[in-house]
């Protein structure tokens, strides 16, 4: 339980620090106004303004004759980073680059002329620059079972957690994989799949795979136990 409480409060911290970001990447903003966008108690802004200062993302400045805070360029480099996927298809639209989108259409109707309440909660979405030929990388049926797989796994785990579904509860989800057609090609070229497969195998254990939150990245990322290479048994 304490280990679950250290994990779950350093990624509390880290989004509170996020909200402060995000509240002031328009123009500064006083400690009232900050109190008035985040709604966090003056204990808790107050604490994490001082973390960002120490950390150099933010910075006090006077605005509007009041005194106020305002990003730094590093606290603007860590904003970017909040929404790197944003960025990424922002810079892809700006080249002239191309965007698909598909899933499953629209439910079979059986013989008895009854449509069923058959439901699809994915669609997939791809951009991509002009130069690069996709669907010679990446197959069609690839996108679909991209998809098939990661549904199968949220009901499994449903199932095995036994989760409490809400009907009253929206919202979405986006996961986003960027690929560096450069970084295919120095892949390719060097052999480096293999590569980092047989290393993988040496060391037991490396940080090869992570995940970390973009504001904090002093706390330790979680590192993914996966062995790269290994074909799904």
């Keep these: 339980m304490v280990q679950y409480t250290a994990r779950q409060q350093k990624y509390d911290e880290g989004k509170h620090q996020e909200d402060i970001l995000l509240a002031l990447e328009k123009s ?28 150099g993302l933010i910075t006090k400045t006077i605005h509007n004759e009041n005194e106020a805070y305002k990003l730094t360029e590093k606290g603007e480099s860590a904003y970017n980073e909040i929404f790197l996927l944003q960025n990424i298809l922002t810079e892809i639209k700006e080249r002239g680059g191309k965007y698909l989108s598909g899933g499953v259409p629209m439910a079979p109707v059986p013989k008895s002329g009854k ?25 069609k049926e690839y996108l679909i079972r991209i998809q098939n797989e990661l549904i199968r796994h949220i009901l499994e785990n449903i199932q095995n957690k036994k989760l409490d579904l809400r009907d009253d509860k929206t919202g979405s989800i986006i996961l986003g994989i960027s690929l560096n057609y450069d970084e295919i090609v120095k892949m390719v070229k060097n052999d480096s799949y293999e590569k980092w497969g047989k290393l993988w195998k040496k060391e037991k254990a490396i940080d090869a795979i992570w995940i970390q939150d973009s504001v904090t990245p002093h706390t330790r990322p979680y590192i993914l136990k996966y062995h790269i290479g290994d074909k799904k048994k």
């Design 28 to 55: 500064p903003k006083t400690f009232k106004e900050l109190e008035n966008a985040v709604l966090f108690s003056h204990t808790t802004l107050s604490k994490h303004l001082k973390l960002l200062r120490k950390n």
């Design 115 to 139: 449509p069923e309440p058959l439901f699809w909660p994915s669609t997939v979405h791809v951009a991509v620059d002009q130069s690069i030929d996709l669907f010679q990388l990446i197959s």
